[in-house]
């Protein structure tokens, strides 16, 4: 998990309404319902479900310790998902024991390497790296009108690649992989011949496969390698990488094409798969 930054995320709780506005007019469908669509859920069926969750987040201080505005940023997502929450006063253990104490049936908490959903009732873990590769391929569908017999280069083969991978597949899509580790390349072309019979390309030359395609997903932590020349009017990119991939420019230039959040479409995803959501197919 790319280790955020207190700028990266500090202005989220306020502009979540017209993060929505951008969002419809780039996919036609605001943060809940790419969430939902993500999950197989149909929007107005949510209200139609009494499961009443109750989400606690709970600030962790291991490792590097906690980001501030984090965890204020995941609780205003969950409530502008409609979702009854709040943070701990405590931290750690302790906020843990708060959050059974004031009744919260979801946990959720992030560490150094592992960001986490709890549902408590349905014993059901939800992994944000897996929340955010399925959310980003279901916006970045949408936003392109459909993925089937599209040729996607995806740039990263990390948990949130692999993940993309596996939705991306499974909407249609012929995919190439780039990773700057050949090996994990191969890797994720296997497990995707293996789990879902389906071919992937792996690719060697960044620089000729960025050429050579009109739709990226970004999910490497590399900046800036995405320049102009690799933008026309009909590329599209999903990038839930941090930092941007896209240069300045480039990002200027792909503005109405481009969907790129450090936390919202993941965090949206795995609220709703952890409350919503069915047992899927995991790559090895």
């Known amino acids: 998990m ?5 700028k990266d995320i500090r202005n989220i709780t306020t502009t979540l309404k017209e993060y929505d ?3 419809i007019r780039k996919t036609g469908g605001t943060l809940k319902q790419i969430a ?3 999950v197989g859920i149909d929007e107005e069926e949510i209200y139609r479900i009494h499961n009443n969750p109750k989400i606690s987040i709970v600030p962790i201080t291991s490792g590097q310790g906690i980001i501030e505005g984090f965890a204020l940023a995941v609780e205003s997502i969950a409530r502008h998902l409609g979702f009854p929450s709040s943070v701990t006063q405590k931290t750690d253990v302790s906020g843990l024991g708060e959050a059974f104490q004031t009744g919260a049936n979801m946990i959720m908490m992030a560490d150094d390497h592992s960001f986490l959903i709890i549902n408590l009732a349905l014993k059901k873990v939800v992994d944000n790296a897996e929340a955010t590769g399925k959310g980003f391929a279901t916006a970045l569908e949408m936003m392109t009108k459909g993925l089937s017999g599209e040729e996607v280069l995806l740039i990263g083969a990390g948990r949130v690649g692999r993940s993309a991978a596996l939705s991306m597949v499974g909407m249609g899509a012929h995919l190439t992989v780039y990773d700057i580790d050949m090996g994990r390349s191969e890797n994720l072309a296997r497990g995707i011949r293996d789990l879902l019979k389906d071919d992937v390309r792996v690719e060697n030359d960044l620089e000729e496969a960025l050429l050579r395609h009109r739709i990226y997903f970004d999910s490497s932590p590399s900046p ?3 320049h102009t ?3 026309t009017s009909d590329t599209f990119v999903a990038a839930p990488g941090v930092p941007l991939g896209l240069s300045p ?4 230039k792909a503005s109405d094409r481009l969907l790129h959040d450090p936390l919202q479409i993941g965090v949206a995803t795995m609220i709703m798969d952890a409350v919503y959501g069915s047992k899927e197919k995991v790559l090895p």
């Open 2 to 6: 790319t280790r955020l930054r207190a």
């Open 21 to 23: 506005l951008q969002l």
């Open 36 to 38: 939902c669509r993500t």
């Open 224 to 226: 800036k390698f995405i």
């Open 229 to 231: 020349k690799h933008i």
């Open 249 to 252: 420019a480039a990002r200027e």
